[in-house]
């Protein structure tokens, strides 16, 4: 199994989303994600994306709700003002169920499996969320699944998705250790690289993590 998290990103300080969070008894971890930017890592019984899409219609700001599942595939979902602006998927139709004969038998054998081309491969959507001056055309090269960096490759797609979510945050400006990462690995002292403890907000009734190792 690889890595599995949910977050949500809102152009705003903590000393102004962590109050709306509190008033709505979320539950999870919150930290300074940049200049004026928060990251909220909330419990698994809330949702990231309604997280992101709440923060993002109180504050009337840019806001971003993002799931990497098991290393395969990045689904972010971007809003502004409350409203989806848009719908990014690294790998359309990964949950689909897959076709079968009448014997239960997949119509399409594995080793002829394509990857298809990622869903809202938008980089302009991305920009009102930015830390800092962007690279757009190494921004759109990373939601096209294409890496920057040629060891982060599989026949020139990304090998894992945390890699490529990690290439558009950093793109973005952000410190990308503190975005690539969720609650669950928080709660069990996994802190992103150059974090202390004591960085954490706590929310709800989440314990603060000692540091593993």
Do not use: W
Request: glycine content about 12%; aromatic content about 8%; charged content about 20%.
């Amino acid at each position: 199994m690889g890595s599995f998290y949910g977050n949500a990103l809102v152009a705003r300080p903590c000393e102004e989303a962590v109050p709306l969070l509190a008033g709505e008894g979320i539950t999870g971890y919150a930290l300074p994600a940049g200049p004026g930017h928060t990251v909220v890592y909330p419990d698994p019984e809330t949702s990231s994306c309604d997280v992101a899409g709440g923060l993002s219609k109180l504050l009337g700001a840019p806001a971003v709700g993002t799931y990497v599942f098991d290393s395969d595939v990045v689904v972010m979902l971007v809003f502004e003002d409350g409203v989806l602006r848009l719908h990014y998927d690294s790998c359309p139709g990964y949950f689909d169920e897959p076709e079968t004969d009448e014997d239960g038998n997949p119509l399409t054998p594995v080793d002829d499996f394509a990857f298809p081309a990622p869903e809202g491969v938008d980089p302009d959507a991305f920009l009102p969320l930015a830390a800092g001056p962007v690279d757009r055309a190494a921004l759109e090269s990373a939601l096209r699944g294409v890496p920057l960096d040629p060891d982060d490759g599989d026949d020139g797609r990304y090998a894992l998705a945390e890699a490529q979510h990690y290439d558009v945050v950093a793109c973005l400006r952000f410190d990308a250790a503190r975005l690539t990462t969720g609650f669950r690995y928080l709660a069990r002292g996994e802190l992103p690289h150059g974090t202390a403890a004591g960085d954490l907000v706590t929310l709800g009734g989440a314990v603060r993590p000692t540091p593993a190792g």
